[in-house]
């Protein structure tokens, strides 16, 4: 703990970042006094031609948060009332009383023919509303977020990454949530999701990107039930069934979720590699025809507010999956001058638990000073059983190995934050995070055909303390500054056990500016310039021992010895109005890729996770958001340059390569709308990498009936183009291959809403910043 004691000294007199946001509500009633049930609430940029938020009146009652200090145009409207407008320059929060006065037109009806962009662009960051139809209809947030730009989903729908940027963090409001989480969370209780490209010093060090997730606003007293079931066709059969309930006496809120997931699993991969200086040459294919995935999610969290922003909750999360996948690889093996054509059947079976559970508490010391702390637990446990069985050159099958497998993990973490409203214009925050968690890997590999045991137990710890400090604030009207420094110091250590010295043994400090810089030079123009310094750990199970069995000749193995990586990154950002242009300059210290590799003391190849020497590019891009009646379209280019470079490896070409997205929706009919479009990566040329080009193509369609029965109709990956191919010569080994995806997708989709109020007001966040390393 020394170090967070010389941590908070060093602290005490460093500056750091941020932004003042404010908010706007008020009351609208009629001439007599009497609130005004139902309208539109609308802020506008300056222009008037960007719309900045929107919310609907409950009551007479609205509220609109989170607005950065600056010029907005606002307006109120009511049907057969006359329209409220107003500029409004914001330099603080605004209370207002409206009073809307009656309208003497006579209206037969009302036909909307404008429609809002869903996907907006703001100082280079991305948001959607999630409450657009072609996105309230989809009944998993993975689905809606996959719609924004640079978003790339994983085939197996188990990652996230950021095109340029990586894995990010996940946000809901302020408060860190878990990917699990995100993936639970129900899309009817969701206002918005924003990629945030330059996130600040508050965030977690491992943070080059934020999707910043916001909720719907407040509810009155009441009991909200989401069901919707979703049937997709891809390779196989798939079937998700989602049940959301919200609970609210008017203070205290209540939400649950549970999902059954009864998912057809499809697999395959093949690679073509040779060991020249062992005169090794061998190809494979693997593939899982048919793998029953069954998957149980759910969640439990209770808010109960205190006084005016205090409040305690806790959320609980929980995933069950097992897989039975059986898997047919078929090996071609030429060593030398004997050569093998192997058929290889694996049977395995392989469950995977998760759970985690935190606590919040948020307090206000006084008026100005705002203490929040809370504790977070997780675990994860993983068993594989597998029995290989494998046939040389047609002379029948037989049993090679019997594998049984477990791994597990625990983890425990603490926070503080405190903020400090020096004034109006800047705010000081200070915090610190302990976290510890402990691994256990056990291997038990019998060989078959020898009756040869061998039995491997890796214990694994790892400590993480960190801390930072921030200072946020603005100059005038002109520019907005975000300044932050933080720190952490980690210690890991892993041993085999009845070993008598660690294998694995490891302490480091490391400290992460950011700096943001916001400068308005006009009311539609803005320029900002970013830097910062962060950090990318491996997940906790990469660093275990625990091995797949491919093929006779080849293992996949994960690497207890791998290293964090480190980035630094110099970024600006120009925006006109709605269109955007946006640069950025990187460099990576110690890459992760997936190599093959050649163990001479097993005579093994093994395709496992490995450091590389460095990574270093840039990207050039341009965001451009356009509206027409019932047309709606977003599109993003992107020009990536991007160089990865080790010792051991041969350095090929390295070339630009193009990123480019289109989303076009246009409303047809009275709640329909129809939506299509896609993304197109051109060949990557990256030092050591040579990666094929993708163009993928999606389209939806989007019903709602009786105001409350949401259908879709989903075609994904309609060229079925997401097919990963690569080829690299490193470690002394030429290789070449590609990743089958399973995504091309018909998806039919109903929701049904019971109840009538909205999703109640809910704080909660996940405290252990390691969370998303654990899986």
Known sequence: ?????????????????????????????????????????????????????????????????????????????????????????????????????EDATELEGVEVVAAKNPITNKNGNLK??????????????????????????????????????????????????????????????????????????????EGRAVLLVTRKGNSEKGVKVNA??????????????????????????????????????????????????????????????LGNRTQINGGLGFFHPLEEDDYISFNTTFKLQTDKAPIETETFLRDGELENNILTETANEQKKDYFSSNFNFSKNLASDINLFTGFQYSSFKQSLDTEVSNN??????????????????????????????????????????????????FSDIQEAPIAEETITEFDYKESLYSGYTSLSGSLKKWMDFNLGLRLEHNEVQGQIEKETSPLLERTNTNYFPRVNLNFKLDSTKTTSVNFSRS??????????????????????????????????ELSANFQWKKTSVYASYYTNTDPVYF???????????????????????????LTLPFSHKKWTST???????????????????????????????????????????GWLLTRRQEGIFNRNSMLVLNASITKTLFKKLYCAIRLND?????????????????????????????????????????VAKFKNKDIDENIKRIN
């Open 635 to 677: 599109n993003t280019i992107n020009i990536n340059y991007n160089r990865i470079e080790d010792k051991t490896a041969v350095l090929g070409a390295t070339k630009p390569s193009l990123y480019a997205y289109s989303n076009q929706q246009f409303i047809v009919g009275k709640d329909t709308t129809i939506a299509f479009g």
């Open 535 to 568: 950090i990318s750990r491996p997940n906790f199970s990469r660093t275990s021992s625990i091995t797949a069995f491919i093929n006779p000749f080849l293992e996949g193995a994960n690497n207890v010895n791998l290293l964090p990586t480190l980035t630094s």
């Open 718 to 758: 309609i060229t079925r183009a997401m097919n990963f191919e690569e080829r690299y010569t490193i470690h002394g080994v030429e290789a070449e291959g590609v990743y089958f995806a399973d995504a091309k997708e018909v998806a039919f989709s109903v929701k049904y809403v019971f109840g009538n109020t909205k």
């Open 128 to 205: 959607i509303d999630v409450q657009n139809p072609v996105f309230s209809s989809v009944p998993e947030p993975l689905d809606v977020l996959s719609k924004l730009p640079n978003v790339q989903i994983s085939p197996d729908r188990a990652s996230i990454s950021i095109i340029g940027k990586g894995n990010p963090l996940i946000y809901l409001g302020g408060q860190r949530i878990s990917f699990e989480e995100f993936t639970a969370l129900p899309v009817d209780s969701l206002e918005s999701i924003e990629l945030i490209n330059n996130p600040t010093a508050k965030y977690e060090a």
């Open 1 to 101: 703990m020394k170090y967070l004691f010389w941590f908070v000294c060093w602290f005490s007199i460093s500056v750091a970042y941020g932004q003042n946001q404010y908010k706007i509500s008020g009351k609208v009633v009629d001439e007599k006094g009497h609130a005004i049930l139902a309208g539109d609430v609308l802020l506008y940029d300056a222009t008037q031609e960007n719309l900045v938020l929107y919310t609907q009146l409950l009551d007479g009652d609205f509220k609109l948060e989170q607005i950065a200090e600056n010029e907005y145009y606002f307006k109120v409207s009511a049907l057969g009332y006359e329209s409220f407008e107003k500029t409004i320059l914001l330099f603080q929060s605004r209370e207002l009383q409206i009073t809307l006065k």
């Open 392 to 441: 040389f050159n047609e002379n029948g099958f037989r049993l090679d190995q019997i594998r049984h497998q477990t791994y597990k993990i625990n983890s425990l973490a603490l926070r503080l934050d405190i903020e400090y409203d020096i004034s109006d214009r800047l705010k000081w925050e200070v915090g610190t995070n302990w976290n510890e968690a402990r691994a256990d890997a």
């Open 595 to 621: 190599t093959i590799s050649f163990d001479e003391a097993s005579n093994k190849a093994i395709l496992s996770p490995v450091n590389l020497d460095k990574e270093s590019g840039f990207y050039l891009g």
């Open 228 to 289: 919707s079931e979703t049937v997709s066709v891809k390779r196989n059969y798939n079937s998700y069934l989602n049940m959301n309930g919200n609970y609210s006496n008017g203070k205290w809120n209540l939400q649950s979720n549970l999902a059954y997931n009864d998912l057809g699993h499809w697999e395959s991969n093949s690679f073509a590699f040779s060991i020249p200086e062992e005169d090794i040459f061998s190809d494979y294919l693997v593939l899982i025809p």
